[in-house]
């Protein structure tokens, strides 16, 4: 529920370990809401559902630490350079500076971009810095909100490695996108999400694991 | 927890140090305050001599809803307050880290205060150890209470008119007590403002209590 | 009275049980004029005057009642989520300012012919006022637009701090102006005995039966006014399942 207005009303979705699932469909159609209400920030109102084993309607906040979620605000402090941004959510999550320190190359932000406020980058920099901050806190589930949005070619390629990397180290994304061509080819299942409800998938059987209703 | 706590202090102190808001727009508001005093009550009636402590800590109290509005008004715009939600932080630690950000701008506020009411009243400051305490206790106080309504209001759109509704009358204590206390000690008589700074400790114990348990279910509203 | 589509629901806010509440009152009421403006003595001091104690000390005593109502309804709502615990509290507050007015009212026509002006900062007033402010910040704070959940639960963290600010306030006011006071009379030093002392606890009684006749009725209001809102919810949420169907 978003205020008055239901924006989910009835989702049937189950997503097994180191899948990468998209969904798309039109704009409204709730796929952001639906990515928050799997990162715990949205309260269940019916049905079920449960996220990394961790079942939503008890205790929402305890899934929280261990999902990534990027979406359309940035999650950045302007005033705060890059560096100083990742360093902080990393450190508020545990990482080690390391770990910040590894994100910023992957997302090759240690160069130029390192110490320049937020505020001064453009919309595709911004991006990969809220990227970098998610990628260094390590998290089970990614949830990206439109990941090749406002990114160049460039940065769209390194979201796709990205994306397969981390699958490949143990996590599980979930995606919502329109940019079509560029999303299916790095996921492993489509869902169509309209109306605030999940229509069949696209292809593919639906295997066990948590279930969103 | 305290570590994060720092980790909050430090990145608002950091923001600030950039931003340099409280500097540049909270401190010059609050000497200006000063200076209204100055022309609604006219210098030459002594009227500015007897009510110094008074007008100080009003200014003070007017000086912290502009540095709360801004506290949490730099933490709710976009994606923000869901990043603070997800980042596993103990919301205990982010209203102890806040409050001591907050806490710290206002003492140097103070400080720069005392000197505008040396300067531009002529005042005389006598029995430091009490105005000092009272500054700390005090400060405290308005900084936790501050940072209680402050994420309170934070969320919401008409947050500039409501903050100053709900947050002055409930730190009225916090006006009363450190005035009495100032006086006591600009009079010469800080035996008698020692109890008043035992008020404005009590205030401030309740509510960073208070603010610790409470800060949790008011972060979802961000 | 409305009638409201969901069925069973009421169709007005009375029901026997505020009838016999608002019957006993109103009697009381009628009983307390007797008594206040006829039957007890004047006073040697103060002369008439002191027969807006009647009204003036009640309504100060329900303004307290009303406080502590909304302090229970807030802490219980944060424990038990269940929304009659937010009701009660949203309904305590608005009932509360009204007695926190008729007190701050009766106190300040009391003051005019004691003291000679309508006002004075002694402790009781002072506080009273604060009390005024805390509760008007209270219901603007209820009245922003936000989602059931979400006011909820910023009023109620409101509530409490209201309740526990309140002594703060009193403390800090009476102790400063004990420091100040001495020559004043307070209102309320009057030598009550006999049927003076008999009006007052009636009205004492009076009020408390007006209070929560009116907290029964602003209750039940407010409950129907969240059926509705309910009751759009579910024909949003009927419409947004259509539109998921047309689509696929």
Not at chain 2, 191 to 219: D, K, N, Q, S
Not at chain 3, 110 to 120: E, L, M, S
Request: aromatic letters at 6%.
């Amino acid at each position: 529920m978003l205020g008055r207005f239901p924006a989910l009303a009835g989702v049937d979705l189950d997503v097994e370990a180191g899948e990468v699932v998209l969904l798309r469909g039109p704009n409204g159609a709730g796929k952001t809401t639906l990515l928050r209400v799997c990162a715990g920030l949205l309260p269940v109102t019916s049905g079920t559902a449960e996220v990394l084993g961790v079942d939503l309607g008890q205790d929402r906040r305890a899934v929280r630490h261990r999902v990534g979620l990027v979406g359309h605000g940035g999650g950045l402090y302007d005033d705060l350079s890059v560096a100083e941004n990742v360093t902080f959510w990393g450190r508020a999550a545990g990482a080690t500076d390391a770990d910040v320190a590894g994100a910023l190359t992957r997302l090759g932000l240690d160069g130029r971009l390192r110490d320049l406020a937020v505020a001064r980058l453009s919309a595709g920099q911004r991006r990969r810095t809220s990227i970098a901050a998610m990628v260094a806190r390590r998290p089970e589930l990614w949830l990206l909100d439109e990941p090749h949005a406002s990114l160049d070619a460039e940065g769209r390629d390194l979201i796709d490695t990205l994306i397969r990397d981390s699958v490949a180290a143990g996590a599980t994304v979930l995606m919502a996108s329109h940019e079509d061509d560029r999303a299916v080819a790095v996921a492993t299942r489509v869902v169509e999400v309209r109306g605030g409800t999940t229509v069949a998938p696209v292809d593919g059987a639906v295997p066990e694991a948590p279930r969103a209703g | 927890m305290l570590a994060d706590a720092r980790l909050i202090a430090g990145k608002d102190l950091r923001i600030e140090r950039r931003a340099r808001v409280a500097t540049n727009q909270v401190a010059p508001f609050a000497l200006l305050i000063l200076v209204l005093f100055a022309f609604a009550l006219d210098p030459d009636r002594g009227i500015l001599d007897r009510a110094t402590a008074g007008l100080y800590w009003v200014a003070v109290l007017l000086s912290t809803v502009l540095a709360v509005q801004r506290a949490y008004a730099l933490e709710s715009t976009d994606g923000l307050p869901d990043a603070l939600r997800l980042s596993g932080l103990d919301p205990a630690a982010v209203f102890l880290g806040k409050t001591a950000a907050l806490a710290l701008q206002l003492l140097v506020l103070e400080a720069l205060l005392l000197a505008g009411v040396v300067l531009l009243y002529t005042t005389e400051l006598a029995g430091p150890a009490l105005l000092a305490a009272t500054c700390l206790a005090a400060t405290l106080g308005l900084a936790s209470a501050g940072s209680l309504y402050g994420v309170l209001a934070a969320g919401l759109r008409v947050r500039e008119t409501l903050l100053p509704l709900l947050l002055l009358p409930v730190v009225a204590p916090v006006l009363i007590g450190a005035t009495r206390a100032f006086e006591a000690a600009l009079a010469g008589t800080p035996g008698e403002g020692w109890p008043w700074c035992g008020l404005l400790a009590i205030f401030a114990a309740i509510y960073v209590a208070f603010g610790m348990l409470a800060f949790g279910p008011l972060m979802e509203e961000l | 009275m409305n009638q409201t589509t969901t069925g069973g629901s009421p169709a007005h806010t009375g029901s026997r049980g505020s009838r016999i509440v608002g019957l006993l009152a109103a009697g009381g009421a009628v009983a307390l004029l007797v008594f206040a403006l006829v039957l007890s003595p004047a006073d040697r001091i103060q002369g008439e005057a002191v027969r807006l104690m009647y009204v003036h000390v009640p309504a100060a005593i329900c303004m307290y009642l009303c406080v502590g109502l909304l302090g229970l309804g807030s802490a219980l709502w944060l424990v038990k989520r269940t929304p009659g615990w937010d009701v009660l509290a949203a309904a305590a507050a608005e009932v509360g300012l009204v007695f926190t007015a008729l007190t701050l009212l009766t106190g300040m026509l009391w003051g005019r012919p004691t003291w000679g002006v309508y006002w004075v900062w002694d402790a009781r007033l002072t506080t009273t006022a604060m009390l005024a402010v805390l509760l008007a910040g209270y219901l603007a704070l209820r009245r922003v637009p936000a989602t059931a959940e979400s006011r909820s639960r910023r009023a109620a963290v409101a509530g409490l701090l209201v309740v526990i600010d309140l002594p703060l306030i009193h403390y800090s006011v009476s102790w400063w102006r004990t420091l100040h006071q001495g020559e004043t009379i307070a209102t309320t030093d009057v030598k009550i005995d006999g049927l003076m002392l008999f009006s007052l606890v009636l009205g004492m009684a009076v009020g408390v039966l007006v209070t929560v006749w009116l907290l029964i009725h602003r209750f039940r209001v407010a409950w129907l006014e969240e059926e509705v809102e309910q009751g759009g919810l579910d024909l949003a949420l009927a419409e947004r399942r259509a539109e998921a169907e047309v689509g696929a």
